[in-house]
DNA sequence: ACAATTTGACCATC
DNA sequence: GATGGTCAAATTGT
């Protein structure tokens, strides 16, 4: 891999979305050709650095499709009253991933274990998506620290996620404005990543789908500030104020960028 | 009070 | 029997 020329990727990505950013805020031209640009080569430049990460096309680290029984719980028949009575999960679909962070894949996650691996500096977390109860969804991840200097961190994936979190979207520029209207509409669909208050403190300002109570997803109990009207349950919301940004171009999943230079011209 | 995390127990697999 | 994955009571946080 060329470092230089990921390094050369990423500030020209940030570079353009910088200007993106500033169009955005101005709140005009948004569906100009300038604009559209901009937006072009912000993802070209994060995919062609994803390429030379050598992570595009094939996203999936090591997927090994084992069988097609995955993430079903096991659990016994006369499971009921006895605490750990399950059976250990097999044949699912799994991948690795290694970051320096724990990732931040968009999906909310609970925490539900840790242990201590054999031979391992690390105990190892175990993590399963808050949507298991409430929408059945039987995506669960491990993340095992497995260096210390750089912090290195292993993440892996088991089975996918089957739940619908309307946060969990991509943003698409919904260039159907009224022009007059300063705030910028984003429309959601089901694949982007989006950090969650859990694992991106800076969302705190963003309703979460699962908060309120326990395990069940409020359809619309968000505060004034931040409230999704109507339209936002259609997959709609408001512009997050600038900063959100920032943060939010450095989580571009590989399949919105497909989609979105898909969708380009 | 409710939600999330911690942690010891339990069980399946090797 | 050792190990790893999950459960769920207890604890902690908001």
């Not at 948004?30 to 062609?48: C, E, G, H, I, Y």
């Not at 069988?67 to 016994?76: A, M, Y």
């Not at 429309?187 to 699962?210: A, D, H, I």
């Amino acid at each position: 891999m060329d470092d230089r020329k990921v390094l050369e990727e990423l500030v020209k990505g940030r570079e353009f979305a910088n200007q993106l950013r500033q169009v955005m805020i101005n709140g005009k031209d948004n569906d100009s050709p300038f604009v559209r640009s901009l937006a072009k080569n912000v993802l070209r430049s994060f995919t062609n650095t994803l390429f030379l990460l050598d992570k595009y096309p094939s996203y999936e680290v090591s997927p090994s499709t084992k069988s097609e029984d995955s993430q079903e719980s096991c659990k016994s028949f006369n499971s009921k009253n006895k605490r750990g009575c399950y059976k250990r999960k097999r044949n699912t679909q799994e991948r690795e991933e290694v970051s320096q962070t724990p990732k931040l894949d968009g999906h909310q996650w609970r925490k539900y274990g840790q242990k201590e691996i054999l031979n391992a500096k690390y105990s190892r977390n175990y993590y399963r998506c808050t949507h298991k109860y409430d929408q059945n969804c039987q995506a669960i991840k491990q993340v095992q620290r497995i260096q210390e200097d750089p912090p290195l961190y292993k993440t892996t994936y088991l089975g996918h996620h089957t739940c619908n979190d309307f946060l969990n979207s991509a943003i698409i520029l919904d260039s159907n404005n009224d022009p007059s209207d300063t705030s910028i509409l984003l429309s959601f669909n089901n694949t982007f990543p989006t950090p969650t208050k859990q694992e991106c403190p800076f969302l705190s300002s963003f309703p979460s789908p699962s908060s309120g109570k326990k395990e069940e997803v409020i359809p619309s109990s968000s505060p004034p500030e931040t409230s999704l009207d109507d339209s936002s349950r259609h997959n709609n919301v408001t512009l997050p104020p600038p900063d959100f940004w920032d943060v939010m171009f450095d989580s571009v999943d590989l399949d919105d960028v497909n989609l979105l230079l898909d969708c380009d011209d």
